[in-house]
């Protein structure tokens, strides 16, 4: 049995295409020539570089005329390394067919080639893979639709649990299991599998265990099987056990729905002292004086908790929270997913045109408060920007510093930055150096200071900027050049530097 990391997702990822759907399109005209067609194209990428190793993320299909190809069997071990599903290559106008020794070259290392006609351009096919994947992704987002419905009327029957592991099973194809604490069945549904895969399944569970901040789930594979269990978040150390003989894209987002369900259909009923909590917690985030809130509140320590991120769906909320260890949150603002052109590439230079995985949907920024003794550990989709232990009359400058730590993961892209106490910033005040970072930043526009943290964190590094805000890096230098402008100073001064990286924040 293998086991790995999987939290489970609030909306399902895109769908890869697979190179055999690509080539079905008889209109595209497209041959293969070496390697397998089942490999799954993840994105389109295409390069007239002599070594695009440095531009390319993995998985994606990598699209050429061969203008600087001096070496094909150098230039196909690059790509190899560089994990690019499939090499397409375009005959005319640099070569009338495609490079025998390319197609040797592709066929020792398994790289799948295919030969682009010259009747069709390499934007046709960046559109087929496109269309491909929205139609892909559509599929998923109604089967994920679907059995969330189906879910939630089964959380409305006279027996819930069961009937959420029913609907569960029925819409995976495969067996939902309610595991104890001592790995013992408390509740099945679906068709039964291996005994070894029931193991299996237990011991994923061990894994995930029931202490707070622990891992949200795992996944592995066993008897043919693929596996995953998902602590749930109730504070009883159950987990929910899935067992299938295929894994989609959307799978995860069922589960997670079905997480969130069986974590308050099974969680105990909370106490008079949670709900006076809970009311302290809502009254100091109004403007109540830190004093009348710790009256209320436990002495602690507490820890603040700033998060961004999700996709907008009230379950990326609920299952941070619960992932946490926590019902002590709140939520500042989500959005819905946004509809966006998938043809476009924003901020990608000719002849590098990339095309990025994401559904386009804008974060959600949460605050929580925690426990102390409660870890917070990072969170796949989120920024997390955590504060100091606290007592519970100084929880307005731990949300003070959850908001930096915060700031600082993103511009950093780190899932989770810890507050750091100490340094030349506390020996300011912050009234005035927030008054200074006001003035000293007015002529930035937003998108430009996000542009100037990431490159003042990232210590000037053009590539690495672009990576960490996924543009060109000719638009990170274009952008540093209109900050130098707009702001009047020398960014190669490290006195400047300084100064904007304290006024950023």
Known sequence: MTTSPAPPASTPPVPPVPLAALLARRDLGLRLLAGPEDVPLHWVHTSEMADPYPYLLGGELLMTAGVQLADPARYVERVAEAGAAALAFGVTPVYDTVPAELVEACARRGLPLLEVPP????????????????????????????????????????????????????????????????????????????????????????????????????????????????????????????????????????????????????????????AVRDGALVRLLLGASPAEAAAALDPGPWTVVHARGGDGTPFAVADLAASLGTALVETEGATGAEETDPTAAPGKAPGEAGAARGSGAAPASVRLLLPASSPATARPGWFLGVSAPAAAGDLPAADRQAARALRRAEAT?????????????????????????????????????????????????????????????????????????????????????????????
Not at 166 to 179: F, I, S
């Open 119 to 274: 009747r069709t351009p390499f934007t046709a096919v960046a559109r087929a893979v496109w269309r491909l994947m929205a139609e892909a992704r559509l599929h998923e987002l109604r089967r994920v639709t679907e059995a969330q419905r189906s879910l939630a009327t089964a959380a409305a029957r006279p027996a819930p649990v069961p009937a959420v592991l029913g609907a569960l099973a029925a819409r995976l194809g495969g067996r939902a299991v309610l595991l104890a604490p001592d790995g013992t069945e408390s509740a099945a549904a679906g068709r039964e599998v291996p005994a070894e895969a029931s193991r299996a399944l237990r011991d994923l569970a061990g894994v995930l265990g029931p202490r707070p901040g622990g891992p949200a789930s795992a996944s592995g594979e066993s008897g043919g099987l693929r596996l995953a269990a998902y602590a749930l978040g109730g504070g009883d150390g159950l987990t929910l056990g899935v067992a299938t003989e295929r894994r989609d894209p959307g799978d995860r987002t069922i589960a997670g729905v079905a997480v969130v369900l069986l974590s308050l259909l099974t969680a105990p009923h909370r106490g008079a002292d949670a």
């Open 413 to 505: 892209r780190k899932p989770l930055v810890h507050h750091r106490p100490g340094g030349l910033a506390s020996l300011v005040d912050p009234d005035e150096a927030a008054a200074h970072a006001r003035t000293l930043l007015a002529p930035l526009s937003e998108p430009l200071r996000e542009t100037l943290r990431a490159w003042l964190s990232l210590h000037g590094n053009w590539d690495r900027t672009a990576v960490a805000l996924d543009v060109h890096r000719n638009t990170v230098r274009q952008r540093i050049t209109r900050c130098a402008a707009l702001l009047d100073r020398d960014l190669d001064d490290p006195d400047v530097r300084m100064e904007l990286w304290f006024a950023l924040g």
